[in-house]
């Protein structure tokens, strides 16, 4: 089941992600990530007050501190996504992402078998690979984006180091609240992350209300909001039906899909080194699965 749960989660964060991301491309990102996180909070409450158990305050407390994390991290995450190729950097966020967590995961003691050992180093393997930066040309030769020189691609990677540095340690925190209550830390963790994108607007003096008739982009970053809280309770709940290191590494492949609707919507060309780090992701996962 931490298998099923994890891939469904890696599915939901990388939909979400491209989602959020293609519509930061034409609204402002703080408008954007108010809109998603407003109907984040608007799926995860009446799914926490639906959902069994009562609300425990250590919960509360763990999934408010992955909130603000988090929050920040999606800050800079949708402004890496708007500015750089999303074939960069949704992989080096994804990357980074695992370091912290699966470190947790083996200094509390997880030894996997040797095929899961296997498997995870293919995945971390295809998450390199992936992380090299593609050609954001359409596929069909038509004028697009610039391909980013040096510069513009170093930028890619820093917004993905710094995004997958605040992505890990909300697996991390959301998994402590997820020991603490059923669906009440997922939906304090969305409520954290909307506080943290509004002190942010705030304190940048941005206008949160987009110009314009954006209408299908301010559904798309709502509908961004709903799956990332989904994709946040699958990732909980694998974290409780097996070992927490390979539920973070299964979610961590969330780049994959993000690379994948990216080519497919957008025509963003994979070079061969990205193309072979899919293909490795999904052996790796045959080989944690069997």
Same mark, same amino acid.
């Given at each position: 089941?931490?298998?099923?749960?994890?891939?469904?989660?890696?599915?939901?964060?990388?939909?979400?992600?491209?989602?959020?991301?293609?519509?930061?491309?034409r609204v402002?990102?703080?408008?954007?990530?108010?809109?998603?996180?407003?109907? &984040?909070?608007?799926? %995860?409450?009446?799914?926490?007050? @639906?959902?069994? =158990?009562? +609300?425990?305050?250590? #919960?509360? *407390?763990? !999934?408010?501190?992955?909130?603000?994390?988090?929050?920040?991290?999606?800050?800079?995450?949708?402004?890496?996504?708007?500015?750089?190729?999303?074939?960069?950097?949704?992989?080096?966020?994804?990357?980074?992402?695992?370091?912290?967590?699966?470190?947790?995961?083996?200094?509390?003691?997880?030894?996997?078998?040797?095929?899961?050992?296997?498997?995870?180093?293919?995945?971390?393997?295809?998450?390199?690979?992936?992380?090299?930066?593609?050609?954001?040309?359409?596929?069909? &030769?038509?004028?697009? %984006?610039?391909?980013?020189?040096? @510069?513009?691609? =170093?930028? +890619?990677?820093?917004? #993905?180091? *710094?995004? !997958?540095?605040?992505?890990?340690l909300f697996?991390?925190?959301?998994?402590?609240?997820?020991?603490?209550?059923?669906?009440?830390?997922?939906?304090?963790?969305?409520?954290?992350?909307?506080?943290v994108v509004?002190?942010?607007?705030?304190?940048?003096?941005?206008?949160?209300?987009?110009?314009?008739?954006?209408?299908?982009?301010?559904?798309?970053?709502?509908?961004?909001?709903?799956?990332?809280?989904?994709?946040?309770?699958?990732?909980?709940?694998?974290?409780?039906? &097996?070992?927490?290191?390979?539920?973070?590494?299964?979610?961590?492949?969330?780049?994959?899909?993000?690379?994948?609707?990216?080519?497919?919507?957008?025509?963003?060309?994979?070079?061969?080194?990205?193309?072979?780090?899919?293909?490795?992701?999904?052996?790796?996962?045959?080989?944690?699965?069997?």
């Amino acid at each position: 089941m931490v298998i099923l749960l994890g891939l469904a989660a890696a599915v939901l964060y990388g939909t979400g992600d491209f989602l959020g991301g293609l519509a930061s491309r034409r609204v402002q990102v703080l408008a954007v990530l108010t809109l998603a996180e407003t109907a &984040g909070v608007m799926v %995860a409450l009446p799914a926490a007050a @639906a959902s069994p =158990g009562p +609300a425990r305050l250590p #919960g509360l *407390a763990w !999934g408010i501190g992955a909130g603000l994390v988090g929050g920040l991290g999606l800050i800079i995450f949708y402004t890496g996504l708007a500015a750089g190729p999303m074939s960069v950097v949704a992989p080096v966020s994804g990357l980074v992402s695992t370091v912290l967590p699966v470190g947790v995961a083996l200094a509390d003691g997880e030894r996997p078998g040797a095929g899961v050992y296997a498997g995870a180093l293919l995945c971390l393997a295809a998450i390199v690979l992936a992380s090299s930066a593609g050609d954001s040309t359409p596929a069909d &030769g038509t004028s697009g %984006a610039p391909r980013p020189g040096p @510069a513009g691609a =170093g930028r +890619a990677v820093g917004y #993905g180091v *710094a995004s !997958g540095a605040s992505f890990g340690l909300f697996f991390l925190l959301i998994r402590n609240a997820g020991q603490s209550g059923e669906l009440w830390p997922v939906a304090a963790g969305r409520v954290g992350e909307l506080a943290v994108v509004l002190i942010a607007a705030a304190v940048l003096r941005r206008n949160l209300l987009p110009r314009g008739t954006h209408g299908w982009l301010l559904l798309a970053a709502a509908a961004a909001g709903g799956i990332d809280v989904v994709a946040n309770i699958c990732y909980v709940a694998a974290t409780r039906t &097996g070992m927490f290191g390979l539920a973070v590494l299964l979610a961590s492949l969330y780049p994959g899909v993000t690379v994948l609707l990216a080519r497919v919507v957008l025509g963003e060309r994979l070079r061969w080194v990205q193309r072979a780090g899919l293909g490795l992701a999904a052996i790796g996962i045959l080989l944690v699965a069997a």
